[in-house]
Every structure is written in structure tokens, then in C-alpha cells.
């Protein structure tokens, strides 16, 4: 795993939610998954979602869920833009707002 950058943004602060979400038991984990996908993308490069596991450390479908939320509001409203790249296989890249 890289050494993560820093960040200027609280994800500590943002309630996650979900049928499945209980705060006390998942957010701590959430908060540092988020972080994670943040600080990988910040540089704004195209990367697919196992390169960002391989920076990371956290599954696909974790990190999938997480650029999701970096769309909302309540997580930045960043861009998350989203290129096919062939063979049921994408690229993503973060826009910082």
C-alpha cells in the first residue's frame, strides 16, 4: 500500500448509511475506506478498480460503493467520471470540487 496523503476533508464527520449500516460497528471502517479511495485519486489519473485495490488494500466492490459516495453531497459532491476501457472493464477518475 501507498502512504496516504493529506487530505483537507473530514470523513469522519459524514454518516454513511444503508439498510445494513450500524454506526457503531461500521463507521469507523467506512471512514477509513473513503479516505483511502480519496487520497488514491486526488491526482486525478484514470485508474481501474484494481488498481486502486492494489494502492489501497480494499476490496473491488468496497471501493466501487466509495466513489459512489464521493458523489454525494454530504461526501464533497466531487466528479467521479467513469470511461469504458473494453472487455466489461472501466476506468475512473476523480475531480476534486
Not at 26 to 43: P, T
Not at 59 to 82: C, D, M, W, Y
Amino acid at each position: 500500500m501507498k502512504p496516504m496523503k493529506q487530505t483537507l476533508i473530514d470523513f469522519t464527520a459524514a454518516r454513511f448509511d444503508g439498510d445494513d449500516y450500524v454506526h457503531d460497528r461500521d463507521h469507523q471502517r467506512l471512514s477509513g475506506q473513503i479516505l483511502r479511495v480519496y487520497d488514491c485519486m486526488l491526482d486525478a489519473t484514470w485508474r481501474t478498480l484494481r488498481e486502486i485495490e492494489e494502492s489501497t488494500g480494499d476490496p473491488q466492490a468496497s471501493i466501487s460503493a466509495q466513489l459512489r459516495n464521493l458523489r454525494k453531497p454530504k461526501f464533497g459532491g466531487h466528479t467521479v467520471e467513469r470511461r469504458y476501457s473494453g472487455d466489461g472493464l472501466y476506468n475512473y477518475k476523480l475531480i476534486v470540487r
